[in-house]
């Protein structure tokens, strides 16, 4: 902006003048067109994104290859979360990616009020996610199923001793120290849910910034590349649980 | 240089019909692979729901992210973004399968 009011206003200087297209405010001086800059930004995006494919892929990895080893420990450990939540979280997390898109909508058509209401919707469902995956991990704890700090093998050498999944499943006690494996399962559900619930952090903290700054009336005069490449990482880290929840919650539930 | 036909993103704007579209198949596919894994199939429980959970990152990824409107440069880099990651995974298994040969 002050580079072309500068050139407008005082500067006689016909060459520094000319080439000097009309262009909006925010299309900085080293693109040729907003088009172009959109497109570097959003590209620049996907490549942070790739690399964070790369991250959790290596805990997706090492799921994998404990799962081949010790299935029966993964199938009652995952017995042992909660459908109920773990499929109420999957329904809150992929309507807040729905009403980011449609805050995403409203920067691009101009509207300030329906881009700061989708932002609060979205703030509102990121927060109540965060809240269930609380509840199960408190639930957790209380079960003895967090690895290394609070955990032990009751459940699995004696299924009855929780009857309440044991009367669902009818699990059979884990023999030949596959009990013990049952800590492998819950490190891999700590380590991967707790990464993804520390990406939802993160996004909350800028969705607060984005929510004031949608309220002073940005993102909503034609420059909303931030509001998009915000809504990339949002609806990045709501695939990752896509994945996260079928792998976790839906291991084998039928008994 | 500058008469090269440059493809940029027309910035196309999906609207919110096709966005409720999308979330209400999000839904019911959420819906129907927790129905699905009470359902005994064999090694095909993981095969079911991972399929189902690719078509919903597919729909997420499409329409939510654009990528259906965007660029033939976004689309080249996901795509072998995606390709490299699924390479890194195969070379690991296949290394772990054929350490651990016959002792499955």
Known sequence: ?255 | MSEQTEEHTAQHIVGPKVYAAVGLALLVLTASTCAISYVELGVFNAVVALTIAVIKASLVVLFFMHVKYSNKLTKLTIGSGLFIFLGLITMTMADYISRAWGRW
């Open chain 1, 1 to 255: 902006m002050s580079d072309s009011t500068a050139i407008a206003n005082g500067a006689v200087d016909e060459a520094a003048n000319a080439g000097h297209a009309e262009h909006p405010p925010y299309q900085r001086h080293h693109f040729e067109s907003v088009a172009q800059q959109f497109d570097a930004t959003n590209f620049a995006m996907w490549l942070f994104l790739l690399t964070e494919v790369m991250f959790f892929g290596g805990m997706f990895t090492a799921y994998m290859i404990l799962r081949n080893w010790y299935y029966p420990a993964f199938v009652e450990g995952s017995h042992h979360l909660s459908i109920f939540w773990g499929t109420t979280n999957t329904a809150v997390l992929i309507t807040s990616s729905f009403t980011l898109a449609m805050g995403v909508w409203c920067a691009q058509t101009r509207r300030k009020k329906g881009l700061v209401f989708f932002l609060l919707l979205t703030f509102v469902l990121g927060i109540a996610f965060l809240c269930i995956k609380g509840i199960e991990w408190h639930q957790e704890w209380v079960d003895y199923h967090v690895p290394g700090l609070h955990f032990s093998q009751a459940d699995f050498l004696n299924p009855k001793l929780d009857p309440a999944v044991y009367n669902e499943y009818h699990d059979k006690p884990l023999i030949g120290g596959m009990a013990a494996k049952t800590e492998e399962y819950f490190f891999l559900y700590f380590a991967m849910t707790g990464m993804h619930a520390l990406h939802m952090v993160v996004g909350i903290g800028i969705l607060v910034f984005l929510i004031f700054r949608a309220m002073q009336g940005a993102y909503t005069e034609g420059h909303y590349t931030f509001v998009e490449n915000f809504g990339l990482y949002w609806h990045f880290v709501d695939i990752i649980w896509i994945f996260l929840y079928p792998l976790l919650y839906l291991i084998s539930r039928h008994t």
